[in-house]
């Protein structure tokens, strides 16, 4: 009787103990899906400030507001280039803007918007590039913004004043060139399209070009946006 008593009583403690440590590895998981999913809102929420704040569609004055509840926001140095053989055909300097907090990254660049929560990068809008009866289309906003740069806990206001142009080239051979940090993101677009990509670097900053490569178009149309983004409080 003795043993049986201890043997239940050894029972019960070790179903305690189970209970204790499922209990504390249901907790942790749960709160790393919270994290994770507030993290994920976090993102989404400063890519979708983004978008309206840099839409090209649009003419004229716009002011946005952006919140900031830690990390920084700054502006980058980015091109994108047409290509006609090997030689850029236009050159454009179009900017690009970088949110950072923690794991969480939200970044545009010639109206292309990902955001990252370290768990693959997410496509918010997608490259504005088309390819119809061999003619391509490209999209270019042009920020024109001032290097910046808004660390921690803050909301500013993103200004712009919208202008837009138009450029035709036609003959053969073309290729687009966009320097970008998610690289992944462009190829797949393009490869979409029927075209073939490579990384290359034209300037040696550390930040790659995807170059697209489309054998059968024979016009290009880019539709230059100028945005004019000032960064302010």
């Given at each position: 009787?003795?043993?049986?008593?201890?043997?239940?009583?050894?029972?019960?403690?070790?179903?305690?103990?189970?209970?204790v440590v499922s209990v504390?590895?249901?907790?942790?998981?749960?709160?790393?899906?919270?994290?994770?999913?507030?993290?994920?809102?976090?993102?989404?929420?400063?890519?979708?400030?983004?978008?309206?704040?840099?839409?090209?569609?649009?003419?004229?004055?716009?002011?946005?507001?952006?919140?900031?509840?830690?990390?920084?926001?700054?502006?980058?140095?980015?091109?994108?280039?047409?290509?006609?053989?090997?030689?850029?055909?236009?050159?454009?300097?179009?900017?690009?803007?970088?949110?950072?907090?923690?794991?969480?990254?939200?970044?545009?660049?010639?109206?292309?918007?990902?955001?990252?929560?370290?768990?693959?990068?997410?496509?918010?809008?997608?490259?504005?590039?088309?390819?119809?009866?061999?003619?391509?289309?490209?999209?270019?906003?042009?920020?024109?913004?001032?290097?910046?740069?808004?660390?921690g806990t803050a909301t500013?206001?993103?200004?712009?004043?919208?202008?837009?142009?138009?450029?035709?080239?036609?003959?053969?051979?073309?290729?687009?060139?966009?320097?970008?940090?998610?690289?992944?993101?462009?190829?797949?677009?393009?490869?979409?399209?029927?075209?073939?990509?490579?990384?290359?670097?034209?300037?040696?900053?550390?930040?790659?070009?995807?170059?697209?490569?489309?054998?059968?178009?024979?016009?290009?149309?880019?539709?230059?946006?100028?945005?004019?983004?000032?960064?302010?409080?």
């Amino acid at each position: 009787m003795i043993d049986r008593a201890q043997s239940a009583t050894i029972g019960v403690a070790i179903l305690l103990a189970i209970t204790v440590v499922s209990v504390a590895a249901l907790t942790v998981t749960v709160g790393s899906v919270v994290e994770e999913n507030a993290s994920g809102a976090e993102a989404r929420s400063a890519a979708s400030a983004m978008a309206d704040a840099l839409d090209a569609e649009r003419s004229g004055p716009h002011e946005e507001r952006f919140t900031l509840n830690e990390g920084r926001l700054r502006a980058v140095d980015r091109s994108v280039r047409v290509l006609q053989g090997t030689d850029p055909a236009t050159e454009y300097a179009v900017g690009g803007l970088a949110y950072a907090a923690g794991d969480r990254r939200v970044r545009y660049v010639a109206g292309t918007i990902v955001h990252d929560t370290g768990n693959g990068v997410r496509t918010h809008a997608a490259p504005p590039v088309s390819v119809r009866d061999r003619t391509l289309f490209v999209s270019v906003p042009r920020l024109g913004a001032d290097a910046v740069a808004v660390d921690g806990t803050a909301t500013v206001a993103l200004r712009t004043n919208v202008t837009h142009r138009r450029r035709h080239l036609s003959g053969g051979g073309f290729g687009l060139a966009v320097e970008t940090r998610t690289p992944g993101v462009w190829e797949r677009r393009f490869e979409a399209l029927g075209a073939t990509t490579v990384r290359r670097s034209f300037d040696d900053d550390g930040v790659p070009s995807v170059v697209a490569r489309f054998p059968e178009v024979r016009d290009v149309y880019v539709f230059v946006h100028d945005l004019r983004l000032e960064v302010g409080r």
